[in-house]
C-alpha cells in the first residue's frame, strides 16, 4: 500500500512538473535561471554623494520640465506592460500595424521575447531594493494611484525600460531599415520612466545594458532563432518586396538553416513569390 501511494504521489508530482514546465514553455525561450544575472555584471546603484548620483538627481529635475506637457502624457501611455498595447505603440516607428491577427508571427516572437528578457531584470531588483525617487522624496508619479504597490518594489534596474529597449531591439532585426526610429522610439520609452518619476536615470541606463545582454542570450535559442526567421519572412512578405529582393532573403535564410548552397534553379511556373514561400518553408 505504502508503495502504491509513493508511485501515485510521484506520478502526480511528474505529471504536475511535466505541466507547469509545458505551460512555461508556452509563455518564455528560458526560464529565469538561466537569464543573465545583472547582479554579476552590472554595477550597483549609484551612492548617495558620488557623481552617478548628482547625475540622476539633475534628471529628475529635469524630468520635472515636462509637467502638464504632451510628453508627459506620452509617458503616460507608456506605463504600459501589456504587450498587445506596446505593439501598437511601437507600430508607427516600425512602419507595420503589429496585431496578433494581421501580423501573428511577429507579434509572437515579440510577446514571448520581451517577457523572456524582462526576467533578467528580477534578481537585480530583488538584490539591489533601490528606493524609487518617488518615495525617497515623498512625491508621487503619473499614476498616484499605484504608487503604493509601487514603492514596495525595487527600482533598478528598470523593468519597463527594458521591455521598451528589448521590443525596440527585436523589432530592429526584424526590419534593419527602420532601426534608428525603432531605436529612438525604445530609448524614448526608458525617458518616459524618468519622466513620470518612476526611476533613476542610472536605473534606465542599467535596464538596457540588461536587455541586450538578454538578447544576446536568446540569440542561443534554437526556438527563439526559428520563431524571428518566421516573422522576418512574414514582414518580408507583408512589406511587398520585389521577387527579387524575396530571392535574397530566401537564398540567405536557406544557406543559414540547411548549410547547402542555393538551389539556383526554379520551374518556370513559380514566381519569386511562390518559391520564395516554398524554399523558406
Request: some cysteine; glycine content about 6%.
Amino acid at each position: 500500500m505504502r508503495k502504491k501511494l509513493f508511485l501515485l504521489s510521484l506520478g502526480l508530482i511528474v505529471s504536475l512538473a511535466v505541466s507547469a514546465q509545458s505551460k512555461y514553455d508556452d509563455i518564455y525561450y528560458f526560464p529565469e535561471s538561466e537569464s543573465p544575472d545583472g547582479t554579476h555584471f552590472l554595477p550597483p546603484p549609484p551612492q548617495e554623494g558620488s557623481p552617478l548620483y548628482e547625475y540622476d538627481l539633475k534628471r529628475h529635475e529635469w524630468a520635472k520640465t515636462f509637467r502638464g506637457t504632451e510628453r508627459e502624457a506620452r509617458a503616460l501611455k507608456e506605463t504600459t506592460t501589456s504587450i498587445k498595447k506596446m505593439a501598437a505603440l511601437f507600430s508607427g516607428a516600425f512602419g507595420m500595424e503589429i496585431t496578433p491577427e494581421k501580423t501573428p508571427a511577429i507579434y509572437h516572437v515579440l510577446e514571448r521575447g520581451v517577457v523572456t528578457m524582462r526576467l533578467s531584470a528580477t534578481q537585480p531588483k530583488a538584490h539591489y531594493m533601490r528606493k524609487r525617487p518617488f518615495v525617497v522624496f515623498n512625491e508621487s508619479t503619473i499614476t498616484p494611484e499605484e504608487d503604493e504597490d509601487l514603492g514596495k518594489s525595487g527600482s533598478y534596474p528598470s523593468g519597463h525600460s527594458l521591455r521598451g529597449w528589448g521590443m525596440a531591439l527585436i523589432l530592429s532585426e526584424i526590419n534593419p531599415a527602420a532601426q534608428d526610429t525603432l531605436l529612438r522610439f525604445g530609448y524614448e520609452w526608458g525617458e518616459s520612466r524618468v519622466i513620470g518619476n518612476y526611476h533613476w536615470q542610472s536605473d534606465v541606463d542599467a535596464s538596457r545594458l540588461l536587455a541586450s545582454a538578454a538578447l544576446a542570450h536568446l540569440h542561443t535559442n534554437e526556438i527563439f532563432l526559428e520563431d524571428l526567421d518566421k516573422a522576418k519572412r512574414e514582414f518580408a512578405l507583408l512589406s511587398g518586396k520585389n521577387d527579387s529582393d524575396l530571392e535574397e532573403i530566401a537564398r540567405r535564410h536557406y544557406e543559414a538553416l540547411t548549410g547547402k548552397p542555393f538551389p539556383e534553379e526554379k520551374c518556370s511556373c513559380c514566381s519569386g513569390l511562390s518559391y520564395y514561400q516554398r524554399i523558406t518553408n
